[in-house]
């Protein structure tokens, strides 16, 4: 039971080093990764090198997969060129592989401790990821050597060998087991060079382990496809094309796998692994054989898989790429983008009250009131997308960047709110009672409306830079609509009490109307508040 736990967790420790390794080198050159993916869609050539190099850094051709993916969503790719880079991330995983089998146990001391040492002083900054990206690499190794002596003794024991006996040795059966133990360990590269490792220590036999082999490729497209399968049908179709390609490749392996024997006692001349390099060759020959294919399944996956027609007028996420969230200043960046694509909505509903209260216009209070669906939806959007990110990989000022970024939308969402309310309220009281507000009274309103648009691209561009003379601008402000909303209701008074016929019609609106902006201003001033805390410029009280 022992040698049983100890190989368990050999194997944990590699499927948790190769998780370490690819958030690390996301969190570092997840940025530079996008833009050599999204640089290279000129040529087939350059896609498939592209594909090659990026999940060699990651380690993950499922990782890949997302990036292209997403890219694909936003009509940036052809999908023939997503494919071609996809053959081309399977290569590299495999040559990431191939890498591994050789005996490196002596290696992962010195990046164990560099790493650790460089991730404890260097926290917050780049050396401090790069550490973590030498800590997992030190782990995997690690792991290696650790699964070596955990599975000597258990080949040696009595046990083993009886089980081995009623093992099935059906290549299709085993390629299923390998499948599904790859998205269980979410990492074919783990699983392959645990199936090289057993296979070497004599636990498996190299027919099982080419079956296996065969499962973690597999894996790794339906691993990619199962992330996916609830995107828009853009997004899915790389993850589709690319399990396919994996199915009919491993149906096509299958037959001849009787045939790889002599070829592994050649590659062990070679001294180099039969196990590995059979995932070598098989995805070089997948390449060679299907990237003919790729502009009719590219056309075919395009039909089948059409990209969602928006609606006219439906306000939409834009900018909450799913494939960031493994890169978190990269998420937070996205988030943010987005927080102001919400404050937009809001300027177009907030600029709208005016034209709706001077013409009567009840179609342009309607659309702006079904607008606010849309901050509501944007908001959600925000939220879901700022939980799914680390908080314990984000820096202190990332950390803060996230707070502010979430209490900027939910302000956002609650000016959205009041606005509708705003919208109902004139039609109910005013267009549908066909009655007017006094000129005095008009004026009024029309000072505060265009203060708090003002006010309004003025939060807009705190949010933006975190600028303390603008916060603090910004915190004026509230006090001196706080003022004219106490000066123009003392106004309408006076008004009903020299009996003016529109003052009278419209008093109930005027004051929920001007109460309201208030409150409007006062969440688009709160924005101010974390930056002026932040920078000690906060009183502690407003009490005398």
């Known amino acids: 039971m022992q040698h049983l736990l100890n190989l368990l967790a050999a194997i944990a420790l590699l499927v948790w080093g190769t998780h370490t390794v690819r958030t690390g080198i996301l969190r570092v050159m997840g940025g530079s990764l996008r833009d050599a993916l999204s640089s290279s869609v000129r040529k087939p050539v350059w896609a498939f090198a592209s ?35 996809m053959l081309g991330a399977d290569v590299g995983t495999s040559l990431m592989a191939l890498l591994f089998s050789f005996d490196m146990s002596w290696l992962s001391p010195l990046l164990i401790v560099v790493g650790v040492v460089t991730f404890v002083t260097n926290q917050n900054n780049t050396a401090g990821r790069w550490g973590r990206v030498a800590i ?31 093992l099935p040795n059906d290549p299709l059966i085993l390629m299923l087991v390998g499948a599904f133990l790859t ?28 079956g296996l082999v065969l499962g973690a490729n597999l894996g790794s497209g339906l691993l990619a496809f199962l992330t996916l399968s609830k995107s828009l049908p853009a ?42 390099g059979f995932h070598v060759m098989f995805n070089l020959l997948l390449t060679v054989s299907l990237v003919g294919l790729t502009g009719k399944a590219g056309a075919w996956l395009a039909l089948h898989l059409p990209a969602t027609a928006v609606t006219e007028g439906a306000v939409q996420p834009k900018y909450l790429d799913p494939t960031a969230l493994s890169t978190p200043s990269l998420a937070i960046a996205c988030a943010a983008r987005e927080a102001l694509h919400q404050a937009d909505v809001v300027e177009t509903m907030l600029r709208g009250i005016m034209p709706v209260i001077q013409n009567d216009d009840t179609d342009l209070a309607a659309k702006l009131r079904k607008m606010d669906d849309g901050v509501d939806h944007l908001y959600s959007s925000i939220k879901f997308y700022l939980t799914q ?31 509708e309310r705003v919208l109902q309220d004139i039609e109910d009281k005013k267009i549908a009672k066909a009655r007017t507000f006094s000129q005095a009274g008009l004026a009024e309103i029309e000072d505060l409306h265009q203060r708090l648009v003002t006010n309004l691209q003025l939060g807009m561009s705190v949010f933006l ?14 006090v001196q609509f706080r003022n004219l909303e106490h000066e123009y209701a003392s106004r309408h008074l006076t008004r009903l009490q020299e009996n003016t016929l529109q003052s009278i019609g419209t008093s109930s609106l005027h004051i929920d109307l001007i109460s309201d902006l208030k409150r409007i201003n006062s969440h688009i001033c709160s924005i101010a508040y974390p930056i002026l805390e932040q920078a000690g410029a906060l009183a502690s009280t407003r009490l005398k």
Not at 149 to 164: F, K, N
Not at 188 to 200: E, G, I, K, Y
Not at 261 to 273: G, I, K, R, S
Not at 396 to 419: C, K, L, T
Request: glycine share 8%; proline share 3%.
């Open 235 to 276: 997004v899915r179709r790389v993850p589709l094309g690319n399990l396919f390609f994996k199915v009919i490749g491993c149906m096509l392996a299958l037959p001849f796998l009787s045939y790889f024997p002599p070829v592994a006692q050649e590659l062990q001349a070679l001294h180099l692994d039969p196990v590995v």
């Open 51 to 85: 594909g090659v190099g990026v999940s060699s850094l990651l380690q993950s051709s499922t990782a890949t997969c997302l990036i292209v993916s997403s890219f694909v969503g936003q009509g940036l790719f052809l999908t023939s060129t997503a494919l071609i880079m």
């Open 136 to 166: 997992g690499l030190g782990l995997m190794t690690l792991a290696l050597r650790l699964i070596v002596e955990a599975t000597r003794p258990i080949t040696e024991s009595q046990g083993m060998h009886v089980l081995l006996s009623v």
């Open 465 to 478: 830079d975190g600028g303390v003379r603008n916060a603090q601008s910004l915190l004026e402000q509230k």
């Open 183 to 210: 998205v269980i360990s979410y990492s074919s590269l783990a699983m392959v060079l645990l199936t090289a490792t057993l296979c070497h220590t004599g636990v498996l036999s190299l027919s099982m382990a080419l």
């Open 389 to 419: 990110i680390s908080r314990e990989a984000l820096s202190q000022r990332e950390g803060q960047r996230w707070a502010d970024i979430m209490s900027f939308a939910i302000n956002m969402e609650q000016v959205g709110d009041i606005i």
